[in-house]
């Protein structure tokens, strides 16, 4: 026998190990080398293969005939459709919503308290499908999903008025189309789970998720409390924000350490899945800040929600245009960091527009800049999307995702912390300066800062100045896009080229 084995590997056949290298504990194929990367323009370090260090055995699912992928493809595509209308509705009504409560002030919560726990499942779902496969990760999704929608609206109906529909009908109407997706995923989705020895549970990172959520809700109760509730000075943002950084600082610990982690901390000493983390983290400050505030600039100026909500749908064309031809321009040439630049020079030219806006200029320029700002993003996302997973192995890809989906979770969060901080800041400072501190000022202030409504029923001679307040708060918010944007692309200049494979196994 061993005789035979010697033989054949002499003869050099294909996946067999050279002469000398073999014996029975030995692998038959082994890891592609570091010079197979480096004919394709790579320079990165080579990201050790998880199921040496966690004894963990990465499952390749069979290749599906074109008709199994797009009914898989489209059943994924639904839950995402999902999940945009959800926040793109969220995005249109939170003016609204928030002066409906009279608590325009507090604009942020509505998307931060969405995305704080985006972010903090984000990570450990990535683990969770890798231990229980993908198909019991999307249905499980689907149905919190349907949950979420169906109570908030309820919830928010109970709080306010329960015999009128109005805006609670947007998430009523999300409940019976991701039911209906539980069935399909688990029929469809049949991607095998990571084999291990050790049980279930046994493999989830408790001590990894503690502190990601722990540092997030501390991060967001900082940023979100500070200069809006109470003041810089207060023990609450002066104790939170300290203790989200010893928390970040124990999740890196933590996961340099575990054996299974969430997050391995070692991907990120490639510079490529570095630089994607990072430039992702930017373009969503960009993205969510465009999606939150383009909407309540036009309805500060007059526009209705419904109008303004038309006009957000330049934002999604945009981006699916962007989607596409990226993704054909990749599978075409084979390429992606000239496309990230081309997507990120795009993203800072809308950004761009967008601090050209003003009380007077056409809505037109708007409409231009999300455009602009939902096809960079689409761009830049897609290219790191790729870059990312061609840069890591085969076993790594679902951490990979979920670490890049956490950069984009907490850029957002930032995004829309930081500018509404800045935004409540000056717009209430702007109407202190021109109408004064007197007792009936500042309570015409208050109700200013509440409710947009507020502004059809200025005393007299306030409009003017009212308006100007409210555009010089909007600079703030555009300034710091461009900022973003330009750290965006600071990122994706980074990021090199690695070999697009067009099948899962990689041959």
């Not at 990749?330 to 030219?349: D, E, P, Q």
Request: aromatic share 8%; hydrophobic share 45%.
């Amino acid at each position: 026998m061993a005789g035979r084995g010697r033989d054949r590997g002499s003869q050099g056949q294909p996946g067999e190990m050279p002469n000398g290298d073999a014996s029975e504990t030995t692998p038959l194929l082994r890891a592609p080398s570091t010079e197979h990367l480096e004919e394709h323009g790579s320079r990165d370090p080579p990201i050790a293969n998880s199921s040496q260090q966690d004894d963990e055995t990465t499952v390749i699912a069979e290749e599906l005939p074109f008709s199994k992928l797009m009914l898989v493809l489209g059943t994924s595509f639904v839950g995402v459709f999902l999940a945009a209308l959800d926040s793109s509705s969220i995005a249109t009504l939170s003016a609204p919503i928030a002066s409906e409560f009279r608590s325009l002030s507090l604009l942020s919560w509505l998307a931060t308290a969405y995305l704080v726990a985006n972010a903090a499942c984000q990570p450990i779902t990535g683990r969770l499908t890798d231990i229980f496969g993908r198909r019991a990760g999307i249905g499980i999704g689907n149905l919190w999903y349907s949950a979420g929608a169906m109570l908030g609206g309820v919830f928010g109906g109970l709080l306010h008025d329960h015999t009128k529909m109005g805006w609670r009908l947007a998430f009523l109407v999300q409940v019976l189309p991701a039911l209906l997706l539980i069935p399909a995923v688990w029929v469809l989705v049949k991607v095998p789970p990571k084999q291990s020895d050790k049980s279930y549970l046994a493999r989830v990172d408790y001590p990894g998720a503690f502190f990601t959520c722990s540092f997030l809700v501390l991060l967001l109760l900082g940023l979100n409390t500070g200069g809006t509730l109470v003041p810089w000075s207060h023990p609450l943002p002066l104790t939170t924000l300290p203790l989200s950084v010893v928390c970040f600082i124990g999740f890196i610990w933590w996961e340099n350490k575990a054996t299974q982690p969430i997050i391995p901390v070692r991907l990120l000493r490639n510079r490529t899945i570095l630089a994607n983390c990072f430039g992702s983290l930017f373009i969503s400050m960009v993205l969510l800040i465009g999606t939150y505030y383009a909407p309540l600039y036009l309805q500060v100026r007059g526009d209705p929600a419904a109008a303004a909500g038309v006009k957000l749908l330049w934002l999604p064309l945009g981006g699916s245009i962007g989607s596409l031809a990226t993704g054909y321009a990749m599978a075409w040439t084979g390429k992606y960091v000239r496309l990230g630049i081309f997507g990120s020079l795009v993203l800072i030219a809308g950004t761009i527009l967008f601090a050209l806006q003003s009380e007077v200029t056409s809505s037109y320029l708007t409409c231009v800049a999300l455009f602009l700002v939902g096809g960079g993003f689409s761009v830049v996302s897609t290219t790191v999307a790729v870059a990312s997973i061609a840069a890591a192995e085969h076993s790594q890809q679902a951490v990979i995702t979920s670490a890049i989906f956490l950069a984009r979770s907490v850029g957002a969060m930032l995004g829309i912390t930081s500018v509404s901080a800045a935004y409540q800041n000056i717009l209430r400072s702007r109407l202190l300066d021109r109408f004064g501190d007197g007792q009936e000022a500042i309570e015409e202030i208050g109700r200013i800062m509440d409710s947009l409504d507020e502004i059809n029923h200025l005393p007299e001679g306030w409009k003017d100045g009212v308006m100007a307040s409210f555009m010089e708060a909007f600079d703030a918010v555009w300034y710091t896009t461009i900022l973003a944007a330009l750290l965006a692309l600071a990122c994706i200049c980074l990021v090199q080229q690695h070999e697009l494979h067009s099948r899962l196994d990689r041959r």
